[in-house]
């Protein structure tokens, strides 16, 4: 625990002006971002007497080595600095909403030459207009249903429409008349874009003009006695409006605004969002966090803000925001949404009427979303506390082991050996703290000596974090040689569900900061190198798991000894009996079946299992697709091709002459003799065989095999 006095800046260092301000704990991590508007009176208010301070920022403080700054113009740019900080950083102190879900939008493709309307979840696109979010995608094609009758959109993915297109015939939509047909022509590309964009007004509100015009269009059927087309006018123009019926109105002036509530206790809040457009709910979304800081109402409502809108643009801020609690600065926080929408935003307190009305629904779901957040996460922490300390129980440790670490090797009969590092702390998976290796020391097949690799270099990188942050003096010196950095040959692992691994940056504001804000700079700001994210193998477990018995065991341990490391525990789970087995000891030992401690040792193991084995299998499928012309250089991915789709095979190709091959589309001499080169050279290809019926498979189909 550090003591703020010992890092505390003078008075007469700190500026009196805007800024945003960093604190590090000693491994040079980021664990806090904030803001203010006098630089000098906030980080006093940090270092007065502990006993003053908050709970969760006396925590933070003596968490913290050092503190730095940055100074801007204005408040609006210390809000969005502080948004682009707290997205690169992820600073453990902050607040941070998480969705409690994917939730679905109605998509509407309008950057394709033929629009499609679809059902779409994660990232925004460029050229797609959105429109929800809608709490279960059931619901959107409920809706998209009924429109299509009016609205016969494409809804057909690209290979249907291809398909369709080639054939000449429409899918199933097309012949009942929910689908215009663009694929085979029945409407131009303009008129189909027409139809899309009607559809796009309908969704965003303005749906009076259309029933009037069927209505019309009906009346005028009728007195020309086309009954038939009146009555399908009369069915068009009713099942608009059971589409409108599914978002009834609930601001009569139809108004745009989104209403933002906050449910919230000593230790986690929960945020509920309504998006009204029309005077209609057209979306709602919630989010849940715990108060890792010491923050009020009007915080929560402006970490809200930013987690909203930070990445909108355009229409996507409505024109009027409600809340129930000012932030700190409203003004700076509206002048910020006005610069995002590009166009003057109302932030404000609903104090009667309908929308305090409405407000007062979107609280009580907040408080129904705290309230059920809070149910299903008692059992799951006490669930993970309990295995934490079955597991401590069974290995002797004096504490749970809060972080523990996994290692697993994969391989295919000796062939493309890796090892993967999986991280779990609290009981949770850390997917950004995952690693990836390949096993360079030596070739072929054995388990026992790759883990002793694999533990041996990513510890080494965890001592030369020690020693370059100049923790040396109370630890002793390993026995073997620390490595370089870098030398090591470890990659990055990647989240599998759509997050990326926190590597070294650049150490400068991240993407969406006003060029206003790098000027002036704080003279505290801290070589490039620490950049505040954390390095990759700078914080130690409590506790190493390997996917092995003894001997995994044994050699995991002694990497350990050669570096002089004796406070991390270790431990195998072996997967016959799911015993596990600990250093120096003959016997394993056996957790209970029902043991919550062994249930996490095997969702642990399973995940680097997993995680290990999904790598080699991507090694060994890019191994597989090698081919001779890989290796030749100035021939990209263009040529390549042009070269099979002129032969026909690389077979044909490995039988051409240099004067063939200059035959080929842009394929010069010297180009032409370096692939001849390149097939004289490499290693005839073994046949491939139909493991099925055993038949060799020759490469003259047009296949790419080598």
Same mark, same amino acid.
């Given at each position: 625990m550090?003591?703020?006095s010992?890092?505390?800046?003078?008075p007469g260092?700190i500026?009196? $002006?805007? #800024? @945003?301000? +960093?604190?590090?704990?000693?491994?040079? %991590?980021?664990i806090?971002?904030?803001?203010?508007k006098?630089?000098?009176?906030?980080?006093?208010?940090y270092?007065?007497?502990?006993?003053g301070?908050?709970?969760?920022t006396r925590?933070?403080?003596t968490?913290?080595a050092?503190?730095e700054?940055t100074?801007?113009?204005t408040?609006?740019?210390?809000?969005q600095?502080?948004?682009?900080?707290i997205k690169?950083?992820?600073?453990?102190?902050?607040?941070k909403?998480?969705?409690?879900?994917s939730?679905?939008?109605l998509a509407?493709?309008l950057n394709?030459?033929?629009?499609?309307?679809?059902?779409?979840?994660?990232?925004?696109?460029?050229?797609?207009r959105y429109?929800?979010?809608?709490?279960h995608?059931?619901?959107?094609?409920e809706?998209?249903?009924l429109m299509?009758r009016?609205f016969p959109?494409?809804?057909? $993915?690209? #290979? @249907?429409? +291809?398909?369709?297109?080639?054939?000449? %015939?429409p899918?199933l939509?097309g012949?009942?008349g929910k689908?215009?047909a663009p694929?085979?022509?029945?409407?131009?590309p303009?008129?189909?874009?027409d139809l899309a964009e009607?559809?796009?007004?309908?969704?965003?509100?303005?749906?009076g003009?259309?029933?009037?015009?069927?209505?019309k269009?009906?009346?005028?059927?009728a007195e020309?006695?086309?009954?038939?087309r009146?009555a399908?006018?009369?069915d068009?123009?009713?099942?608009?409006?059971r589409?409108?019926?599914k978002?009834?109105?609930?601001?009569?002036d139809?108004?745009?605004a989104?209403l933002i509530?906050?449910?919230?206790?000593e230790?986690?809040?929960?945020?509920q969002?309504?998006?009204?457009?029309?005077g209609r709910?057209?979306?709602?979304?919630?989010?849940v966090?715990?108060?890792?800081?010491?923050v009020?109402t009007? #915080?929560?409502v402006e970490?809200?803000?930013?987690?909203?809108y930070g990445?909108?643009t355009?229409?996507s801020?409505p024109k009027?925001?409600?809340v129930?609690?000012?932030p700190e600065d409203p003004?700076?926080?509206?002048?910020?949404?006005?610069?995002?929408r590009g166009?003057?935003?109302?932030?404000r307190?609903p104090?009667r009427?309908?929308?305090?009305?409405?407000?007062?629904?979107?609280?009580?779901?907040?408080?129904?979303?705290?309230?059920?957040?809070?149910?299903?996460r008692?059992s799951?922490?006490?669930?993970?506390?309990?295995a934490?300390e079955?597991i401590?129980?069974?290995?002797?440790?004096d504490?749970?082991p809060l972080r523990?670490e996994?290692?697993?090797?994969?391989h295919l009969?000796?062939?493309?050996?890796?090892?993967?590092?999986?991280?779990?702390e609290?009981?949770?998976a850390?997917k950004?703290?995952y690693r990836?290796?390949?096993?360079k020391?030596?070739e072929?097949?054995d388990?026992v000596?790759?883990?002793?690799?694999v533990?041996?270099?990513r510890?080494?990188?965890?001592?030369q974090?020690?020693?370059?942050t100049?923790?040396?003096?109370?630890?002793?010196?390993?026995?073997?040689?620390v490595?370089?950095?870098?030398g090591?040959?470890?990659?990055?692992?990647?989240d599998e569900v759509g997050?990326?691994?926190?590597?070294?940056g650049?150490?400068e504001?991240g993407?969406?900061v006003?060029?206003?804000?790098?000027?002036?700079?704080?003279?505290?700001?801290e070589?490039?190198?620490?950049?505040?994210r954390?390095?990759?193998f700078?914080?130690?477990p409590?506790?190493?798991?390997?996917?092995?018995?003894?001997?995994?065991v044994?050699a995991?341990k002694?990497a350990l000894?050669?570096?002089?490391i004796d406070d991390?525990?270790?431990c195998?789970?072996?997967?016959r009996?799911?015993e596990?087995?600990?250093?120096?000891?003959d016997?394993?030992v056996?957790?209970?079946?029902?043991s919550?401690g062994?249930?996490l040792?095997?969702r642990?193991r399973d995940?680097?299992?997993?995680?290990?084995i999904?790598?080699?299998?991507a090694?060994r499928?890019?191994r597989?697709r090698?081919?001779p012309?890989?290796?030749?250089?100035?021939l990209?991915?263009?040529?390549?091709?042009a070269?099979?789709?002129?032969?026909?095979?690389v077979?044909?190709?490995?039988q051409?002459?240099?004067?063939?091959?200059?035959?080929v589309?842009?394929i010069?001499?010297r180009?032409?003799e370096?692939v001849a080169?390149?097939?004289?050279?490499?290693?005839?290809a073994?046949?491939?065989?139909n493991?099925?019926?055993g038949e060799i498979?020759?490469?003259?189909?047009g296949?790419?095999?080598?």
């Open positions: 550090a003591d703020p010992s890092y505390r800046p003078k260092q500026p009196d $002006s805007p #800024g @945003v301000y +960093k604190f590090r704990d000693e491994h040079r %991590r980021v806090y971002v904030g803001k203010a006098n630089l000098r009176q906030r980080l006093a208010n270092f007065q007497d502990l006993a301070l908050h709970p969760r925590t933070m403080v968490t913290a050092s503190v700054w100074v801007v113009s408040e609006v740019e210390a809000l600095l502080e948004y682009s900080w690169e950083f992820d600073p453990r102190f902050n607040v909403y998480r969705d409690d879900k939730y679905p939008y509407v493709t394709e030459e033929f629009p499609r309307v679809q059902v779409m979840r994660g990232a925004k696109k460029k050229g797609v429109f929800g979010p809608y709490g995608a059931w619901a959107i094609r809706t998209v249903d299509l009016v959109v494409r809804t057909c $993915s690209a #290979g @249907v429409f +291809k398909n369709a297109e080639r054939t000449g %015939r899918c939509l012949y009942i689908c215009s694929c085979v022509g029945r409407v131009t303009e008129e189909h874009r009607d559809f796009c007004d309908f969704m965003a509100g303005r749906t003009t259309y029933i009037r015009r069927l209505e269009d009906m009346m005028q059927a020309e006695m086309e009954y038939e009146a399908r006018l009369r068009d123009a009713e099942a608009l409006k589409a409108m019926e978002s009834a109105v609930v601001l009569a139809a108004t745009d989104d509530a906050v449910a919230e206790d230790l986690e809040a929960a945020v969002i309504f998006h009204v457009r029309g709910v057209r979306g709602q979304r919630g989010w966090t715990d108060k890792v800081e010491a009020d009007a #915080g929560l970490h809200a803000l930013q987690q909203l990445e909108e355009g229409d801020v009027e925001v409600l129930p609690a000012l003004d700076a926080v509206s002048q910020w949404l006005a610069d995002r166009s003057q935003v109302s932030l307190i104090q009427g309908d929308k305090k009305d409405l407000m007062g629904t979107v609280q009580r779901n907040a408080q129904q979303a705290l309230g059920l957040h809070k149910t299903k008692a799951d922490l006490t669930t993970r506390s309990r934490l079955e401590a129980e069974a290995l002797g440790l504490t749970a523990v996994c290692f697993d090797i994969s009969q000796g062939d493309d050996v890796v090892a993967s590092m999986v991280v779990f609290d009981g949770l850390r950004s703290e990836r290796f390949q096993i020391g030596f072929g097949q388990d000596r790759s883990m002793h690799e533990i041996g270099r510890f080494k990188r965890y001592l974090e020690k020693e370059r100049g923790e040396w003096e109370d630890t002793p010196a390993p026995t073997g040689p490595p370089a950095p870098g090591t040959g470890e990659t990055d692992g990647a997050g990326t691994v926190e590597t070294p650049t150490g504001p993407p969406g006003a060029p206003a804000a790098q000027e002036p700079v704080t003279v505290r700001e070589p490039r190198e620490d950049d505040g954390p390095k990759r700078a914080y130690p409590q506790l190493v798991v390997v996917d092995g018995g003894q001997p995994q044994a995991a002694r000894d050669e570096l002089g991390i525990a270790v195998g789970l072996a997967k009996l799911e596990v087995w600990v250093p120096d000891d016997d394993p056996v957790l209970p079946r029902s919550e062994l249930y040792l095997q642990i995940e680097a299992h997993r995680f290990a999904t790598y080699q299998r090694k499928a890019k597989i090698s081919s012309l890989d290796d030749v250089p100035g990209g991915e263009t040529r390549k091709q070269l099979i789709k002129h032969f026909g095979s077979k044909k190709l490995r051409a002459t240099i004067d063939e091959i200059c035959e589309p842009g010069g001499r180009t032409a370096s080169a390149a097939f004289a050279t490499a290693a005839p073994a046949p491939a065989v493991t099925a019926t498979i020759e490469e003259d189909d296949g790419s095999r080598t």
